[in-house]
């Protein structure tokens, strides 16, 4: 078995099946597949994948019905710093690149694992501002909300921390190499809803602007009949990553890349408007797998990566933190 045997479609941003990979012949043919697609685009998209259609129709379900509520009803799950809760229309922007950019048109709520902490064991997750150290707050409504959610969470989890072994695998590591950078991971759940665009954006106005995920790794839920995300190829070519039915979409942040010491790229990408006859709506679930927040993730020895191509250190939670105060900056005035 070879990674083409799992490579249900070839390019840019493969679809891989991850059904292969409770064998130990499927897991080298994925690993295989995996460093391939990490080393192009660092984006790959997975079928085979074991989550239940069920849960992830549920999952859409409840968290469309929370979107739709009236906005009186949401601002009780009101936003705190960063991804944690309700976040109104416009909260977001691309400045954790450091770009001045309009905010991007979406709604947000975003829980943490650590969340359901007690006080006392949150204080313990760093001295730095940090969103994954606040409670959950969750809406009251609807009423299956939070339990779907949670169990979406346990369920996703499993599923990046077999994705991380195989990713172990891939650079020619023991499957259980990260296992001790993941094993008090401050992870989040996001979902951001984007509504139907009645006035035109402002000039360079996005749904999601340009932006690389600064964590592990992301397992995204996309809307199976609405595309938007694109991934950058070059220096100005966008590729479509089209919403496979049943799929989720995985792709590396910074420092996974910064661990592979560059081998591995963390690309940028965006979510694109809509034509202006198109009165759509659009969810995404992005689950955000994070290490640790004092992992030191620094370059591993990697024998494909040259001597000096990067040897940056950094703690896990302060750049996290960092990227995720600018993330979250007051929109400057233009």
Known sequence: ????????????????????????????????????????????????????????????????????????????????????????????????????????????????????LSDREREDLGDYWATWKLANLWPREPADFKDTWQEYTTVLHALAADLLRLCARALGLDEEHFDDSFDRHVSSLVANYYYPQVDAPLPGQLRRGAHTDFGGLTILYQQDDSGGLQVLQGQDAWRDVHAVPGSFVINIGDLMALWTGGRWVSTMHRVVNPDRTDASSRLSIPFFFQPNHDAIVEPLPLASVPDGQRHETVIAGEWMAMKTQKLFAPVPSQ
Do not use: N, W
């Open 1 to 116: 078995m070879d990674q083409e045997s799992v490579t249900r479609v070839d390019g840019y941003v493969p679809v891989v099946d991850l059904s292969a990979r409770h064998s130990a012949p499927g897991r080298v043919a994925l690993a295989e597949a995996i460093d391939r697609a990490c080393r192009t685009s660092g984006f790959f998209v997975i079928v085979g994948h074991g989550v239940p259609r069920e849960l992830i129709d549920r999952m859409h379900t409840v968290t469309t019905a929370f979107f739709t509520l009236p906005d009186a009803e949401k601002d009780l799950a009101a936003h705190r710093p960063g991804f944690s809760g309700f976040r109104r229309s416009g909260g977001t922007t691309a400045q954790s690149l450091d770009r001045r950019t309009p905010p991007d048109l979406c709604e947000s709520f975003g829980t943490h694992v650590t969340g359901e």
